[in-house]
């Protein structure tokens, strides 16, 4: 079972460049979320989305965009890139039931110079 | 505002020894609360959850959590650690009416042979 995947796993942008991580899942989850990670600061949420179709801003949406292609995909853009953005980050998805833990992929590794 | 505090950065144990990492909440109601694992360079994995019930839960890896209500705590143990048990470790309590999480910023566990 592939669970969650995620591409790239490292990518190196320029600041102002733009990019878009993709996120997969093929277990049928509603519910699919962007984090990033940071030293220090655990997991903040980026984006998330409860259903096909609908997308919710989280704790640090600011610098993003995300699209929910179909109940499968979920990918965050980065528009113009800053050295803030620099991050792990994570997709994640689950059920959607609330007490469902979430499925993690394996994070991209993202350095903006 | 709703919280998951980890107190501990990081916590060193010998092998063989029990293991404890803390966390308490600060969310309203009667959250679900969870605990996941992070080994370098991958995802977090979902180790276990308390819904409601038995205070003592049980989950992978040996691992188990105790959930106390007065003191607002969900302590994660082991009885005897593993050097394999050396990762990240956080704690999770869901937002009350959402399908998100709160996490922790994890503790390190470093298991010493």
């Known amino acids: 079972n592939a669970g969650v995947t995620q591409t790239p796993k490292f990518q190196v942008l320029k600041t102002g460049q733009s990019m878009t991580l993709q996120c997969a899942q093929d277990?049928?989850?509603?519910?699919m979320y962007w984090y990033r990670q940071d030293p220090g600061m655990g997991l903040r949420l980026i984006y998330y989305?409860?259903?096909?179709?609908?997308?919710d801003k989280g704790e640090v949406p600011n610098g993003y965009n995300v699209s929910r292609l179909n109940k499968r995909e979920f990918s965050l853009r980065l528009e113009s890139a800053a050295p803030s953005q620099t991050s792990v980050y994570f997709c994640?998805?689950?059920?959607?039931?609330?007490?469902?833990?979430?499925?993690f992929g394996n994070g991209t590794r993202l350095t903006v110079t | 505002a709703q919280s998951v505090a980890q107190p501990e950065d990081q916590v060193n144990v010998a092998e063989g020894n029990p293991l404890t990492v803390k966390c308490t909440y600060s969310?309203?109601?009667?959250?679900?609360l969870f605990w996941y694992v992070q080994y370098p360079n991958r995802g977090l994995q979902f180790l276990l959850k308390?819904?409601?019930?038995?205070?003592l839960v049980k989950g992978s890896y040996g691992f188990e959590a105790e959930f106390n209500k007065s003191q607002t705590s969900f302590h994660l143990k082991k009885p005897s650690a593993l050097v394999s048990d050396s990762a990240l470790y956080f704690c999770?309590?869901?937002?009350?009416?959402?399908?998100?999480?709160?996490f922790g910023t994890g503790t390190r566990l470093q298991v010493f042979p």
């Open positions: 277990m049928n989850h509603n519910s």
């Open positions: 989305s409860a259903s096909e179709g609908t997308t």
């Open positions: 969310v309203s109601g009667n959250p679900y």
């Open positions: 308390y819904i409601t019930g038995d205070n």
């Open positions: 999770a309590a869901d937002e009350p009416d959402t399908d998100k999480l709160i």
């Open positions: 994640a998805s689950s059920p959607g039931t609330g007490n469902s833990p979430l499925h």
